[in-house]
């Protein structure tokens, strides 16, 4: 894992409150950067309740996000690798 995935794995997982393997499961479209207030979804089988979750994403985090999502394909898993 790059310095940036890393540095942008803490900010997420401290920006939503995801759990690490919520984090793990984490593709380019789980995020909806368009929304207000942007979200990314944790689907059912990934999620702490057993359910699809969606968290807000803080909008200092939004623009980071935003280009470093742009370089990643769109179902490409590990979007953030967890450790």
């Not at 939004?62 to 979007?79: C, N, S, T, W, Y």
Request: glycine share 4%; hydrophobic share 40%.
């Amino acid at each position: 894992m790059s310095g940036l995935e890393r540095a942008m794995l803490y900010r997420v997982a401290i920006g939503t409150g995801l759990r690490v393997s919520e984090l793990r499961s984490l593709k380019t479209e789980n995020f909806d950067l368009d929304a207000e207030p942007s979200t990314v979804a944790v689907e059912a089988c990934y999620s702490k309740h057993r359910r699809r979750d969606v968290q807000p994403i803080a909008r200092p985090l939004v623009g980071d996000l935003r280009a470093f999502l742009a370089h990643k394909e769109p179902r490409m898993p590990d979007i953030l690798p967890a450790l």
